[in-house]
C-alpha cells in the first residue's frame, strides 16, 4: 500500500538511517540526493518499497558507508570532529567487527575521545563486551592461521583418537587462551610460557591431565614442567602446522618464526623438492631433512627455521605427545593396544629426537627449554604480536617507517611485563592505528 505522502516517509526514513550507516551525524544536505533519489523512482511508477530499496543500496555503496568517514577526501570536513567519529568506528571494527555503539559516538560528537583516559576507558569497555569475542575469534584465525585447521583430515589408521570432541577442545582451547591472556594483561610471555591451560575433559585427557570434566572450556592450572598450555603445546596449533599424516619441522618452524617472532621466511628455490611423507617407519624425518640441510643454498635459512621445527617433533600431528613415531610397516607393537576404546592398528617407529640449537648458539633437548629460551627475552615476542595486531587492525601491511612507532609502542608496555591487553592500549593510541596523534593527556 502506498503512503499518503511516501516523500516525507522517505525523508523520515533515510534521516534515521544514515546516521547508522555513516557511523556519524548527518544533515539534511546529505540526506536530500536520496530522497531525490525515491522521488524519481516513484515517478518512473516503482512502488514506495521498491524505490526506498534503491536509496538504501545507494547509501550501502556509497564511499562513506564502505570506508571510513575521515578517509573519504571530502573538503570541507562532513561534520565536525570527523576524525574523532572515524577513531570510532576504527575501533569498534577492530575490536568489536561492528559499528561503533551510541556511547561511543557520544564520545566522538564531544569530543571527549581524543583524551587520553577516555580513550583507554573505551578500549577497557568495548573489550569487556562480549561482541569482543569476534575479535578474539578472527584475529586468531589471521594471526596464528587458526582458519587453517580444518583443511587436514587426521590418518584414522594412524590415529583412531581423533573424534569430535578432541576437535572441538582444539580450536576452543586457543581461542579461550587468547581471551584470557587479554583479559588478566599476561604477560606477552606467558604466549608460550604459561602455568595454565583452556582446557575440556577430551582434551585433557590427550594431554594426559587428571580431574577435568565437562565438555565445557575452563581454566586448568598445570603442573610445574607442563608442555602445556603455551601456543607451542596447544593441539590445534600442532594440528594445523601438520599434514595429518606426518609432521615436518620445516612447516612447524616456518610458523614460529613467523607467527611469533614475525620472521617469515622466504621461499625454497624452485630447485628443491618437497620431502615426501615416510609412515613405514623407515626413516625420521631429521635424517630426511639432512638432505635440505646440507645443500648450500638451503643451508642458511633451513639454520634458522628447522630447530623450533625439531623441538616440536615432541608432538604428532594431533599433538598428542610423543617419545616415538608411529609406524604403518615396521615397528613395536604400542603399549595402549587393546587397552582403548579405539582400534590401534599402527605401531611405534623410530625415536623422536626433539633437541637442536638456535641461531644464536643457545641449545635445547626439548620443547620445554625451547619455550624457556623465547620466554626469557620477552621483548621480540612483544614486537612480533604489536606488528600482527597492527595488521589486524588496520589492514595495512607494517613498512619500515612504522618500525619506530611498534618499538615505541612495545616500550611503553614494559611496565607491565609486555602485558598483552596493555600493547592493545599503546596501539589504540598510536598513530599507527590512527592516522594522527589521537590522544591528548588531559
Request: include cysteine; aromatic fraction near 8%; glycine fraction near 6%.
Amino acid at each position: 500500500m502506498q503512503p499518503a505522502q511516501p516523500v516525507e516517509d522517505a525523508r523520515r526514513l533515510l534521516a534515521g538511517f544514515l546516521p547508522k550507516a555513516f557511523r556519524r551525524p548527518v544533515d539534511e544536505k546529505e540526506v536530500a540526493p536520496y530522497v531525490a533519489l525515491v522521488a524519481k523512482r516513484l515517478a518512473a511508477k516503482d512502488c514506495f518499497e521498491d524505490a526506498m530499496r534503491r536509496a538504501y543500496v545507494a547509501v550501502l555503496t556509497s564511499p562513506e558507508f564502505l570506508f571510513h568517514a575521515a578517509d573519504v577526501s571530502r573538503e570541507p570536513a562532513p561534520v565536525a570532529n570527523a576524525k574523532l567519529f572515524t577513531l570510532a568506528s576504527r575501533l569498534s571494527y577492530w575490536l568489536w567487527n561492528g559499528p561503533p555503539d551510541a556511547a561511543l559516538l557520544a564520545a566522538a560528537r564531544d569530543g571527549s575521545l581524543q583524551r587520553t583516559a577516555v580513550l583507554h576507558r573505551e578500549v577497557d569497555r568495548l573489550l569487556a563486551d562480549p561482541r569482543s569475542d569476534r575479535f578474539v575469534r578472527d584475529f586468531a584465525d589471521q594471526w596464528l592461521d587458526l582458519r587453517r585447521v580444518n583443511e587436514t583430515v587426521p590418518d584414522p589408521q594412524l590415529y583412531p583418537e581423533y573424534r569430535f570432541l578432541l576437535h572441538e577442545g582444539m580450536v576452543a582451547e586457543t581461542r579461550a587462551f587468547l581471551r584470557e591472556l587479554i583479559a588478566r594483561d599476561a604477560p606477552i610471555r606467558a604466549l608460550v610460557r604459561p602455568d595454565f591451560a583452556m582446557l575440556t575433559q577430551r582434551l585433557a585427557e590427550h594431554y594426559g591431565i587428571a580431574d577435568v570434566s565437562g565438555v565445557e572450556v575452563r581454566r586448568v592450572t598445570l603442573p610445574a614442567g607442563s608442555l602445556r598450555g603455551g601456543l607451542l603445546g596447544q593441539a590445534a596449533i600442532l594440528k594445523l602446522t601438520a599434514n595429518g599424516t606426518t609432521t615436518s619441522p620445516v612447516k612447524r618452524g616456518v610458523w614460529v618464526m613467523d607467527r611469533l617472532l614475525n620472521q617469515p621466511a622466504p621461499p625454497p628455490p624452485p630447485s628443491v623438492g618437497a620431502i615426501d611423507p615416510d609412515t613405514r617407519g623407515a626413516t625420521t624425518v631429521r635424517e630426511q631433512l639432512d638432505k635440505h640441510r646440507n645443500d648450500a643454498s638451503c643451508a642458511a635459512c633451513h639454520a634458522k627455521i628447522d630447530p623450533a621445527g625439531f623441538a616440536l617433533e615432541s608432538f604428532d600431528p594431533i599433538g598428542g605427545f610423543r617419545t616415538r613415531y608411529r609406524s604403518t610397516g615396521k615397528g613395536d607393537v604400542p603399549p595402549e593396544k587393546d587397552h582403548t576404546v579405539w582400534k590401534v592398528n599402527y605401531k611405534l617407529g623410530p625415536a623422536v629426537d626433539a633437541s637442536g640449537t638456535l641461531p644464536d648458539g643457545h641449545t635445547f633437548k626439548d620443547v620445554n627449554d625451547l619455550s624457556a629460551l623465547l620466554a626469557q627475552d620477552p621483548e621480540p615476542l612483544a614486537r612480533a604480536f604489536v606488528a600482527h595486531l597492527s595488521r589486524y587492525a588496520t589492514g595495512a601491511e607494517v613498512s619500515y617507517a612504522d618500525r619506530a612507532e611498534i618499538r615505541s609502542i612495545v616500550d611503553s608496555a614494559k611496565s607491565s611485563a609486555y602485558g598483552l591487553k596493555s600493547l592493545i592500549h599503546a596501539l589504540a593510541g598510536n598513530k599507527i592505528f590512527s592516522g594522527q596523534a589521537s590522544g591528548t593527556k588531559e
